[in-house]
């Protein structure tokens, strides 16, 4: 879990306040929940089922369900924990009925790759090398890449917060498999974003590394034509 | 102090984010990613990643799902 995902604690108060207004029959405090939490939900459905149509479906359902349930709601928790709940076991549910859509597991051949490959360093600020927008394309990019138990143990750890103990919970995992699956996802992600990242190499280096690579492949032409 | 081995580094580089290890052990990671280039390599960039993670917000809810869902509540919430 990452300091800065942590939510507000304003914001949690502000929750509580909106939900007793929506228990006492403001409606219009319930908009302003959805508000502040759909993006949340998207994330968190997508992350789950993998396709916008399906997470469409699933954050509504999440929060008609909420709506339900509003008064089940025990403060012990926060609303956002509850509420992500809600949203991983409605995803999840959608997952399970899709049997054409099965997520990869750890057994899956593709998964076997040895992390991480790739040891150059990342530039010293490398989110002044892109767009704010061309930023977030290349981590959405990166995070579609992962397969689902990956892309959603990433999702609700370090974007959305959740302990490793939460989401272990919420995904139905023991918080060993959860643990190993959160390295392995972070580990990959890194791999993914690095050639966006890594410095530049200098000049005369790259000169080199070109030249062993033309050596070792005039070597393998040749021993493939002293086969023939 | 005893030098740990890039895979023990590797296997807790997740704990390590996490705050979830003792005093002790993350002062011989520091260590050992003092001393290897490679390690230092996967520390500096796997921290970066997880702050741009979290600085980038990714995944924004498209304009006409954000609109179909209001009008779906509104509908239900309606009828309760």
């Known amino acids: 879990m990452t300091e800065a995902s942590q939510e507000k604690p304003d914001a949690a108060e502000e929750d509580l306040r909106l939900i007793e207004r929506v228990l006492g029959g403001d409606r219009q405090a319930f908009e302003a929940l959805v508000r502040s939490h759909e993006r949340r939900v998207f994330r ?18 999440t929060f008609i369900k909420a709506y339900r349930h509003l008064k ?3 403060r012990e928790s926060r ?8 949203a991983v076991n409605e995803a999840l549910q959608r997952r399970q009925s899709r049997k054409d859509h099965l997520p990869l597991d750890e057994s899956s051949p593709a998964q076997h790759r040895d992390f991480p490959q790739r040891f150059e360093p990342w530039a010293a600020d490398p989110e002044n090398l892109y767009t704010k927008q061309e930023l977030r394309e290349l981590v959405e990019k990166a ?39 959160l390295l392995r996802a972070r580990l990959m992600m890194r791999d993914a974003l690095s050639a966006s990242f890594e410095q530049p190499r200098p000049f005369g280096r790259r000169v080199v590394d070109t030249a062993a690579e033309v050596k070792n492949m005039m070597g393998m032409v040749l021993m493939r034509v002293a086969r023939r | 102090m005893r030098m740990l081995s890039c895979e023990e580094v590797l296997a807790n580089l997740s704990d ?9 052990f993350r002062a011989q990671l520091e260590d050992h990613i003092s001393k290897c280039r490679r390690c230092r390599v996967v520390f500096d960039s796997t921290g970066t990643m997880l702050k ?27 009828e309760e």
């Open chain 1, 143 to 181: 995070i579609r890449s992962l397969s689902a138990i990956y892309r959603e143990t990433l999702i609700l750890c370090d974007i959305e917060g959740m302990s490793a103990k939460e989401a272990a919970e919420v995904l139905g995992v023991n918080i060993a498999a959860l643990k190993s699956r």
């Open chain 1, 44 to 61: 968190v459905t997508l992350a789950v089922l993998g396709q916008v149509e399906d997470a469409e479906d699933a954050m509504q359902e």
């Open chain 1, 79 to 86: 609303f956002t924990t509850w509420l992500t709940r809600i």
């Open chain 1, 72 to 74: 089940q709601f025990r």
């Open chain 2, 16 to 24: 390590y984010f996490d705050g979830e290890c003792s005093s002790e």
């Open chain 2, 52 to 78: 741009i993670l979290v600085d980038v917000e990714p995944f924004e809810v498209p304009l006409a799902v954000s609109a179909r869902l209001y009008s779906r509540l509104q509908e239900v919430l309606s």
